[in-house]
């Protein structure tokens, strides 16, 4: 995440980019967890604002999904033992097997800050199981 003028932007400076890429050829022979607090790939943020962009177009905000996304796909792919990805963020829900990685959005205990679902989604946390062969299987808990 980086600061912009107040706010943020989801990516990953050329430092964090170089040491992500030196932790994983380092780590060729392990299966790999992604964490990170914005999606890089999630279909969630398509639907988060109630409104499309006045001429149609979805409206994706670069504070809700990875602007660098392909850029991080494309070290990913350099990369087989990759098999999940983990984020929260923006309080929804979803998985995205893309690339045979498997992306999860994982809602957030506060739902709609305390006040219930957030956009059909109640308050829940995930439980993950991972897997000696490198899957990963997640169950959604309501809080």
Not at 39 to 52: G, N, Q, R, V
Not at 117 to 141: C, I
Request: aromatic share 14%.
């Amino acid at each position: 995440m980086q600061e912009n003028k107040g706010g943020y932007i989801a990516l990953l400076d050329d430092e964090q980019f170089s040491w992500l890429e030196k932790e994983l050829d380092a780590n060729k022979q392990k299966y790999i967890c992604i964490v990170s607090h914005i999606p890089i790939i999630s279909f969630c943020p398509a639907l988060f604002y109630k409104d499309m962009l006045p001429n149609g177009d979805w409206k994706l905000s670069r504070a809700l999904l990875h602007t660098d996304a392909r850029k991080i796909k494309d070290l990913f792919k350099k990369h087989p033992n990759i098999k999940t990805c983990l984020s929260g963020h923006i309080h929804l829900q979803d998985e995205v097997n893309f690339l045979d990685i498997k992306y999860y959005c994982n809602g957030a205990v506060s739902g709609n800050w305390w006040k219930g679902a957030f956009q059909d989604f109640a308050p829940a946390y995930a439980l993950f199981d991972f897997y000696n062969d490198g899957s990963v299987e997640r169950k959604m808990t309501a809080y």
